[in-house]
T-cell receptor, first 119, second 113 residues
Framework: SAVISQKPSRDICQRGTSLTIQCQVD?????MFWYRQQPGQSLTLIAT?????????ESGFVIDKFPISRPNLTFSTLTVSNMSPEDSSIYLC????????????????FGEGSRLTVL | GESVGLHLPTLSVQEGDNSIINCAYS??????FIWYKQESGKGPQFIID?????DKRQGQRVTVLLNKTVKHLSLQIAATQPGDSAVYFC????????????FGTGTRLKVLA
């Protein structure tokens, strides 16, 4: 199974600033995703990080606010721009593993998350 | 819109008893479901999965049941242990192969000593 490392694990940020979260995978993966988990809530998909092209954003998320890079098959970054307290969340990187799982369908592996607090 | 919901936000279970966590999903076309466990300060971890052409699947101490008629999913944990304390999410894949999972709201399982 894929091992995912995220940095930073947590940070406290000032309103109006931007922060970039890094996601490193120990093997090449086709699909990488970024999720947001607001306090006490479930996971919401922000975007699919596409290698060599622009990310695909879900409804309610835009590139200007959450620019994403995916320079290769093992690395991606998510930037949270012009932060406000409403952006305080855990941001999770995940990858699919088509070879994993009994059903070989597509288990998602998650990083430990980056917990951002915006003051 | 599409949604995956859970019946109980918090479930308290005596150590050694069996736990049942329920989930309702709304998209009848979903063909793949996963249960995840999230411990405090960690990312979600895969527990067990099931495809829509199955009714039941068993793992080690866990069983997932799928009732497509009423669009209901459940996770059963046998002989619940303190290490099972966590938040449990069900997730559905509405469109096969897209990996765009919809996650439920989560149930917090508390194991009482």
């Amino acid at each position: 199974s894929a091992v995912i490392s995220q940095k930073p694990s947590r940070d406290i940020c000032q309103r109006g600033t931007s922060l970039t979260i890094q996601c490193q995978v120990d093997s090449q993966v086709t699909m990488m995703f970024w999720y947001r988990q607001q306090p006490g809530q479930s996971l919401t998909l922000i975007a699919t990080a596409n290698q060599g092209s622009e990310a695909t954003y879900e409804s309610g998320f835009v590139i200007d606010k959450f620019p994403i890079s995916r320079p290769n098959l093992t690395f991606s970054t998510l930037t949270v721009s012009n932060m406000s307290p409403e952006d305080s969340s855990i941001y999770l990187c995940s990858v699919e593993d088509r070879a994993g799982g009994y059903l070989n369908t597509g288990e998602l592996f998650f990083g430990e998350g980056s917990r951002l607090t915006v003051l | 819109g599409e949604s995956v919901g859970l019946h109980l936000p918090t479930l308290s279970v005596q150590e050694g008893d069996n736990s049942i966590i329920n989930c309702a999903y709304s998209n009848s076309a979903s063909d793949y479901f996963i249960w995840y466990k999230q411990e405090s300060g960690k990312g979600p971890q895969f527990i067990i999965d099931i495809r829509s052409n199955m009714d039941k699947r068993q793992g080690q101490r866990v069983t997932v049941l799928l009732n497509k008629t009423v669009k209901h999913l459940s996770l059963q944990i046998a002989a619940t242990q303190p290490g099972d304390s966590a938040v449990y999410f069900c997730a559905e894949m509405p469109t096969s192969g897209t990996y765009k999972y919809i996650f439920g709201t989560g149930t917090r399982l508390k194991v009482l000593a």
